[in-house]
Structure formats: structure tokens, C-alpha cells
């Protein structure tokens, strides 16, 4: 299918990408962390016929350079963007704390149909990097609405990692000593997805390294039934935070972190999630 790909600068960096005919779905897509504008998968979508947009949340011109009280009408503006470009069902995924956006986002804006959530928090967690103050602490929200902090747990900074060393370090244990610690915070943070009148599928790796991401996932769906909401959550026991779309180049290894998984596992796992995620963005049951 041919694709027509925009550069865009304003309001945000971020790339569009939509068939060359009329697509009435739009699909906003949210790295996490790496703060990267994902290129290869709008792509990748608007090969499926549906017009995608990846934007560059925090890190640009005029950005938070951390995640830290990101507003989430960054992410209701894009929502407006796609519905400017003739979009009417709207789908948002995001993979990590770009999930903890797109869930965030759907719970607060009702015009969100659908979110598709790739290794997936259910609860606000603080700050990733620094705020526009430049500090890293005194801990804060990672988001936003209405010029309101979000309620979040911070992290135990007393946490060391199990195998101390130069490599690669998975803090995943650093996400569940942290819980504990602030045990009594965990309840005012949970993201009420049973709140949102979007469409849930979640999609998370059992050997997550980086947080735990399927029992996170786990507690979203249980949160999601118990209101009488539906909800669809694909899971592979091998599979770690970064799973991998048909289509997809491999994750490159990184210097800093433990993603967890194996990468066929990681492959895997998107492969069973891909006929999800496109049967919701289409409008599936």
C-alpha cells in the first residue's frame, strides 16, 4: 500500500504517516522512556491503512528534558491533530511509560477509542529524568492534567541492584521494592482504567527485566472486569519489555539496561499481538 509521510516541527516534533487513500482511523504511537519519535511503526500501521502519528513528548524544543509533570493535553492536542486529519475512531499505543500515557490519556478524554498497551504500568509512577527546573529530586508526578500533579509513587532510592557491576542493570526489582516501601501511596496512583470508555488491550512479557509489567498488566485487566469492562491482555512467559511487531527491525541491545526476554521471545509476542491490535484499531469486538 503507498504511504504518504509528513515531518512535522509544531506543535511537536513527529512524523505522520497515512495511506496514500482516505483512512478514518488514527492511531497516535508513543515511545516510552527513549523519548524517540517512532518511525518504523507508523509505517508499519499506515500500511495497514490507517493514519499514524508519533510525536516526541518530552526532550524537544521547549519540552520537559525529563519525564517529569508532563502534561497530558500533549497527548489530547495530538488526539486533536488526528481528528483535524479526518480521523474518527482514535486509537492510541503506546509501549511503556508511553502506555502509562495512552492509558491516562483514554481515562481522561472520552474521544479515545481504543488504547493498545505495550508493557504497561498500572499505576503513575514519578519522574524519569529531570524536570524544566533541571532537578531530578525532590520526586514528582510524571504527569500532568490540568496544571494538577497526578498522584504517583516515588522510588526507594536505598534500592541496589542484585548483581552490582559495570553491564547492563534490570530494575525491575527496583519498581517492586519501591512498591513496598510506599505501600500506602499505591492506591491513590492506580490508573482507573475502569473510568476510561476506550477499548484495553495489553500486551506484556512474564520475564520483563525493566518493571513487571504482566502482573501490572494483570492488575489492569482485573481492575477493567471488576467494573464490568472488557479487556484483552496477550502474554508470553519469554518474552521481556520490548516486544517486537511484524515488521519491526530488532531492538538494539542497550548499555545501560536489562530489557529481560529472549529476542525470539520478544518477536513472538508481537506476532500474537499484531491480529489484536489491528482487529481493536479497526473496530473489533
Excluded at 490519556?105 to 505495550?118: E, M, Q, S
Excluded at 496477550?234 to 536489562?258: N, T
Amino acid at each position: 500500500m503507498d504511504v504518504i509521510e509528513r515531518e512535522l516541527t509544531d506543535p511537536w516534533e513527529g512524523i505522520l504517516a497515512a495511506p496514500a487513500r482516505c483512512s478514518h482511523i488514527g492511531v497516535l504511537v508513543l515511545a516510552g522512556s527513549s523519548g524517540r519519535v517512532e518511525r518504523e511503526r507508523v509505517r508499519i500501521l499506515a500500511q495497514q491503512g490507517m493514519t499514524a502519528l508519533s510525536i516526541r513528548w518530552f526532550g524537544g524544543p521547549g519540552q520537559s528534558p525529563g519525564i517529569c509533570e508532563i502534561p497530558l493535553e500533549t497527548f489530547t492536542t495530538a488526539v486533536d491533530f488526528l481528528q483535524g486529519n479526518e480521523a474518527e475512531r482514535i486509537g492510541i499505543l503506546g509501549t511503556s511509560k508511553g502506555a502509562e500515557a495512552a492509558l491516562l490519556t483514554a481515562v481522561h478524554d472520552p474521544r479515545v477509542d481504543v488504547v493498545i498497551a505495550l508493557s504497561p504500568t498500572s499505576r503513575v509512577w514519578c519522574n524519569v529524568g529531570p524536570g524544566r527546573d533541571g532537578a531530578h529530586h525532590p520526586y514528582r508526578s510524571s504527569w500532568t492534567w490540568r496544571e494538577q500533579a497526578l498522584p504517583f509513587v516515588p522510588m526507594d532510592d536505598s534500592w541496589t541492584p542484585a548483581e552490582p557491576g559495570s553491564g547492563p542493570v534490570a530494575i525491575r526489582g527496583w519498581y517492586e521494592v519501591s512498591e513496598r516501601t510506599f505501600a500506602p501511596l499505591l492506591a491513590p496512583a492506580e490508573i482507573p482504567v475502569d473510568k476510561a470508555q476506550a477499548d484495553l488491550l495489553l500486551v506484556a512479557g512474564g520475564d520483563d527485566a525493566m518493571w513487571p509489567s504482566l502482573p501490572f498488566a494483570e492488575q489492569l485487566a482485573w481492575r477493567r472486569r471488576s467494573a464490568g469492562s472488557t479487556v484483552r491482555l496477550i502474554a508470553r512467559d519469554d518474552a521481556g519489555h520490548r516486544p517486537r511487531l511484524p515488521g519491526e527491525s530488532p531492538a538494539l541491545a542497550s548499555a545501560q539496561f536489562r530489557y529481560g526476554g529472549t529476542p525470539e521471545g520478544d518477536v513472538l509476542l508481537g506476532a500474537a499481538a499484531w491480529p489484536h491490535i489491528l482487529d481493536m484499531l479497526r473496530g473489533g469486538s
